[in-house]
C-alpha cells in the first residue's frame, strides 16, 4: 500500500519538474526600446514695423529680407527661446529663433501686411509624450499644446 506521505512527496516532484520545464519553455522578455528623439520644427509670425523695415529693404520689399517687428514685440528675435515641455510642465528640450525675414501677410503679396516670420528647430525632443508645449517669448505670451507628430511636421505660429 502506498503512503500518503509517498504520494504527496511524488506530486511535489511532479509539480516541480512541470515548473523547472515551463520555465525552461518560456522565452525571456524582451526589453521595450526606448523611443528615439526628434526634432520640433516651426515658425512664428509678428507683424512688421514698417517704418523701421522699409530702409531694410533695399528699395524693394523681398521676401527674406530683414524686417523688424512692432513695438511689444521686442522679445521674438533671433535667439530668444523655444521652450518645450512634457504634459507636466517640466522643460524636456530647448531651442532658439533663427534670424527673422520678411514673409507675405494674410492677404498675399501687400507689404503693409507683411510680416516678420522667425523659424526654429528644437533638437532632442525625447519622444513617446501624448501632449507637448511650446513657449517662446516673455512669460505674458503663454504656450500652445501639440503632439509629437505636429512637432516633427512643423508648426506656424502666429502673434498679433
Same mark, same amino acid.
Given at each position: ?7 504527496? +512527496?511524488?506530486?511535489?516532484? =511532479?509539480? =516541480?519538474?512541470?515548473?523547472? $520545464?515551463?520555465? =525552461?519553455?518560456?522565452? =525571456? +522578455? ?31 520689399p $523681398? ?13 521674438? @528675435? ?6 518645450v +515641455? @512634457?504634459?507636466? /510642465? ?10 527673422? /525675414? ?21 533638437? @532632442? ?11 517662446? /517669448? ?6 500652445? $499644446?501639440y ?12 502673434? /498679433?
Open positions: 500500500m502506498v503512503s500518503r506521505r509517498t504520494l504527496t +512527496a511524488a506530486a511535489a516532484l =511532479a509539480l =516541480a519538474g512541470f515548473a523547472l $520545464t515551463a520555465c =525552461a519553455a518560456t522565452p =525571456a +522578455a524582451k526589453p521595450t526600446p526606448t523611443p528615439k528623439p526628434f526634432s520640433a520644427t516651426g515658425t512664428i509670425s509678428v507683424p512688421m514695423d514698417i517704418s523701421a523695415s522699409l530702409p531694410l529693404q533695399n528699395g524693394k $523681398t521676401i527674406g529680407n530683414p524686417c523688424i517687428p512692432k513695438g511689444g514685440y521686442s522679445d521674438i @528675435d533671433g535667439g530668444a527661446q523655444v521652450v +515641455a @512634457d504634459g507636466s /510642465g517640466e522643460t524636456v528640450a530647448v531651442g532658439e529663433l533663427d534670424e527673422g /525675414g520678411l514673409q507675405n501677410g494674410p492677404s498675399g503679396s501687400a507689404f503693409y501686411q507683411s510680416v516678420c516670420e522667425y523659424p526654429f528647430t528644437v533638437a @532632442d525632443v525625447p519622444a513617446g509624450m501624448k501632449f507637448y508645449s511650446v513657449h517662446i /517669448g516673455n512669460t505674458n505670451r503663454g504656450e500652445q $499644446t503632439t509629437a507628430a505636429q512637432l516633427k511636421s512643423g508648426i506656424a505660429l502666429t502673434l /498679433g
